[in-house]
């Protein structure tokens, strides 16, 4: 699902609301999460996950077309983890796993 997927989606779900104003707080609330993390701020939706900053460090990788050392500098990397009932409502769905004859083969 891409974010204009979600957007009508929820509209759908709230005929009472215009879809620019659904865009606008979708928009709101990505922002905002955006803009926490970018402060080093945890930002956590209970029953849905949450998101923090990794750091990684400084390192020496290689070009892979040339084989070169090159400098890789240090990167901020956002991570997400869901929560339990994300983790619980995905596993009694069966999502991720492998089905019929892909199983057996």
């Known amino acids: 699902m891409i974010k204009s997927e979600l957007v ?5 779900q709230n005929p ?6 659904v865009e606008t707080l979708v928009n709101a609330i990505l922002d905002t999460i955006a803009d ?3 402060r080093g701020d945890r930002v956590e939706l209970r029953g849905f996950g949450a998101f923090s900053v990794k750091r990684r460090e400084a390192r020496r990788g290689r070009n892979p077309r040339t084989g070169e050392p090159v400098a890789v500098s240090e990167k901020a990397i ?13 596993n009694q ?5 492998e089905t019929g004859a892909a199983a057996a083969g």
């Open 8 to 12: 009508l989606k929820i509209a759908e």
């Open 16 to 21: 009472h609301l215009y879809q620019r104003d």
């Open 36 to 38: 926490a993390l970018a």
């Open 78 to 90: 956002p991570v997400f983890k869901t929560g339990k009932e994300m983790r619980l409502r995905l």
């Open 93 to 97: 769905a069966g999502i991720g796993e």
